[in-house]
């Protein structure tokens, strides 16, 4: 069984999109992501460095999140999903891009897009 590191809510303003408009002028996006891993050995030395530290984590996804334009949800979710992987101890990861102020033509609340993967065995 696995334990679990969620953030949610992470903010950032970013370039993506399919239309010309999205890429100049940019939107936010906000980014949930819930990590896979065993903390057992992170409660029992109460030591940071047996865990992810969810502060780099953060950083790494704003810097996703407000880098390179993407055209897709779907490719910003894969960016977000592979650094949360590149962390040794994270056996899984969930990534949930939302893109609240879509170029969508009818009232809506949300878009988002979630992605799950696990990292392969070794």
Partial sequence: MSDRITLTGIRAVGHHGVYEHERRDGQEFVADV?????????????????TVHYGELAERVVAILAGEPAGLLETVADRIVRAALAFERVDAASVTVHKPQAPIAVPFGDVSVTLTRRREPR
């Fill in 34 to 50: 819930e990590l896979e891993l065993s903390l057992a050995d992170a409660a029992a030395s109460d030591d940071v460095a047996d």
